[in-house]
C-alpha cells in the first residue's frame, strides 16, 4: 500500500515537472518570438511596412501555451508598434494582418507557407523539420537547451534580410534539409 501511493505521488510529481518544463520552454519561446524580430528587415511589399498601428503576432492553436506572451504584449512593443496577439484556427487561413505567424500544427503548413510567402509574414514553428519544410524559424532542442533554425535560402527568396548576428546563433537549414 505505501509502494503503492509512493508510486503514485511520484508519477504525479514527475507529470507536474513535464508541464512546468513544457510552460519553461513556452515562455523562452515567447521571448525568442519578441526579440527575434529586431534583427529582421520583412520584405518591402510586406504588411508590416505598411502603415499599420499594431504589430500582429498570429498564434496557430490554444492561448493556453502562450500565458508569459500574453503577459508581455499587455505593455510590450515590436519594431516600436504594441503587440496584438491573435489565436488563428485552420477556418481563418487567410491570414489578414499577421506580421508573424507561429504554427503549431502541420497539417496544413504548406497553405500556411503559401499564404505567408505572399503577404510577407514571418513564420516560426517548433515542430522537427519545419525549416527543412520552408518554414523561416524552426526552434528545436538540442541538449536540452532551445536552439532554432533558420531556413535562410526560403528567407532570402521570401524577401526577409536577416541580420548577420543573428545567424551566427542560428542552425542554418535550407529547404532541401542540409
Known amino acids: 500500500m505505501i509502494v503503492k501511493l509512493f508510486l503514485h505521488i511520484l508519477l504525479l510529481f514527475l507529470s507536474l515537472l513535464a508541464h512546468a518544463q ?5 515562455a523562452m519561446k515567447s521571448a525568442f518570438m519578441v ?12 504588411e508590416l511596412n505598411k502603415q499599420t ?3 500582429n503576432l498570429c498564434v496557430e492553436g490554444s492561448s493556453q ?16 508598434k504594441p503587440v496584438k496577439i491573435n489565436y488563428i484556427d485552420i477556418s481563418q487561413i487567410s491570414l ?11 497539417t496544413h503548413l504548406n497553405n500556411y507557407l503559401k499564404l505567408s510567402q505572399e503577404k510577407g509574414i514571418l513564420t516560426i514553428s517548433d515542430k522537427p523539420g ?5 518554414v523561416l524559424i524552426n526552434f528545436t532542442m538540442i541538449n536540452e537547451s532551445l536552439r532554432f533554425e533558420i531556413n535562410l535560402n526560403k528567407a532570402k527568396s521570401n524577401g526577409f534580410n ?13 529547404s532541401d534539409g542540409k
Open 65 to 80: 501555451k502562450f500565458s508569459s506572451l500574453e503577459e508581455w504584449a499587455i505593455d510590450g512593443k515590436i519594431k516600436n
Open 22 to 26: 513544457t510552460a519553461e520552454e513556452y
Open 35 to 46: 526579440k527575434l524580430p529586431y534583427f529582421i528587415n520583412w520584405p518591402k511589399n510586406a
Open 162 to 174: 536577416i541580420n548577420p548576428r543573428l545567424l551566427k546563433l542560428a542552425i542554418i537549414v535550407n
Open 96 to 106: 489578414n494582418n499577421c506580421h508573424l505567424l507561429f504554427i503549431t500544427n502541420t
Open 130 to 134: 519545419n525549416a527543412a519544410k520552408g
Open 53 to 55: 498601428s499594431h504589430f
